[in-house]
């Protein structure tokens, strides 16, 4: 029997990823608890299990006494010297307690108490496993669809994946294996809750480490991503060493590297571009696929005017917005882009509006010219009527 104890706690301590002192633990308790039932919760009751041999030695502390009253409580002194010699009336004594005095309802309450602890023990343990694995990426399996989540299996743990954390259109199935980033891992009146993200902008950024070599060594560094999940991921980054170009190691030979991570999103779309601190050169390329023809900056009010060819346009501004609007949260610019004939329109009107006003101020040049001359002209004509009067007299 002692042995058969070892044994299963043995096997529970591997199965459940629990340390065979605390099952020993738990199981001491369990039996304590048990005990009490029968002895009442006031005798001071020691229960020790042997983790090799399983023997398990349980004494109560009893008073002794010329004659027992409560035998719960009380020994004799006859009783008490079989144990320890020399005691008398009054002393004290650990008496041993068989545990075949436990009957059915104090075993039961023991395998109660016994399985509840190593439920929590359990839960305990998987907190421990998972609560530093936050930011990681995991594998799991898909064991079921229950109240807007998928519930999935990390070994012995279980996962909650919210639907609205899925990819757009994505399903997925029973027994189905995925790969998910662990975006938080909390203690509940439940248990512990590992909430899972297949839309989180860093799943997208661990994939990355996971199949770059340069990415995981640190060689390439990913400055900042962003992420409209499932349609289209912008992210850019930077070289530590001048000799690795950090777009052409995320790329691979042949797209061989990005095309394991967009069949990971199901064809979701990433634009991967080189970071550099001058702004007007960073809005070009985070305004990818759409070809730039010209940017000018406001870096006080960091906004900036873009022009595109015509033919351009509708893929820089993307379909209801998309890319313009991941390119300004990517690069942190207000971002207006204008079509080149919208663009000539408004440098023929200024053209024109200058014109104008170049054309006023040389109206306004000949006026006073003209009025100058007419002054000059009566002016002369006083002067010569002068003259003939001085003469005349």
């Not at 109660?112 to 359990?122: D, G």
């Not at 979701?268 to 050169?281: L, N, Q, S």
């Amino acid at each position: 029997m002692n042995r058969e104890l070892i044994h299963i706690i043995e096997q529970m301590s591997k199965e459940r990823g629990i340390p065979k002192e605390s099952i020993l633990d738990t199981l001491e308790s369990a039996l304590l608890s048990a005990v009490r039932k029968k002895y009442g919760l006031t005798a001071e009751i020691s229960i020790k299990i042997d983790n090799e041999s399983g023997e398990i030695a349980m004494t109560a502390l009893k008073t002794v006494v010329a004659k027992v009253a409560d035998p719960n409580e009380e020994i004799s002194v006859r009783e008490a010297s079989k144990i320890e010699t020399g005691k008398k009336a009054g002393d004290t004594v650990e008496a041993p307690i068989s545990i075949e005095n436990f009957g059915r309802i104090a075993a039961q309450t023991a395998k109660q108490v016994l399985f509840q602890r190593v439920r929590e023990a359990e839960k305990e343990a998987i907190f421990e496993e998972y609560k530093d694995k936050a930011g990681q990426i995991v594998s799991g399996v898909v064991i079921r669809r229950e109240k807007g989540s998928y519930y999935v299996a990390l070994g012995r743990a279980e996962a909650t994946l919210p639907i609205k954390s899925t990819l757009a259109g994505e399903t997925l199935k029973r027994s189905e294996t995925i790969r998910a980033y662990i975006e938080e891992v909390k203690v509940t009146s439940k248990g512990p809750v590992i909430l899972l993200s297949r839309t989180h902008p860093n799943f997208v950024a661990e994939l990355f480490k996971m199949e770059i070599p340069e990415i995981y060594e640190g060689l390439v560094t990913i400055r900042d991503i962003v992420r409209e999940a499932g349609d289209r991921t912008k992210l850019t980054v930077s070289s530590k060493n001048a000799m690795v170009d950090p777009v052409g190691a995320c790329v691979g030979m042949k797209g061989t590297r990005v095309q394991s991570i967009v069949r990971e999103l199901r064809g979701e779309r990433i634009d991967i571009i080189p970071w550099t601190d001058d702004p007007r050169v960073l809005i070009a390329k985070a305004l990818s696929p759409a070809a730039v023809e010209s940017i000018g900056i406001n870096e006080d009010e960091k906004s900036a005017m873009v022009v595109v060819n015509d033919q351009q346009l509708s893929i820089a501004i993307g379909k209801k917005g998309q890319n313009v609007r991941l390119a300004m949260k990517l690069t942190g610019w207000d971002i207006d882009i204008i079509s080149e004939t919208e663009y000539n329109k408004i440098r023929k009107g200024e053209i024109e509006s200058q014109l104008e006003e170049l054309q006023e101020e040389n109206n306004m040049d000949e006026e006073g010219a003209e009025a100058d001359e007419g002054q000059d002209e009566t002016g002369s004509q006083e002067e010569l009527a002068s003259e003939d009067e001085e003469q005349n007299q």
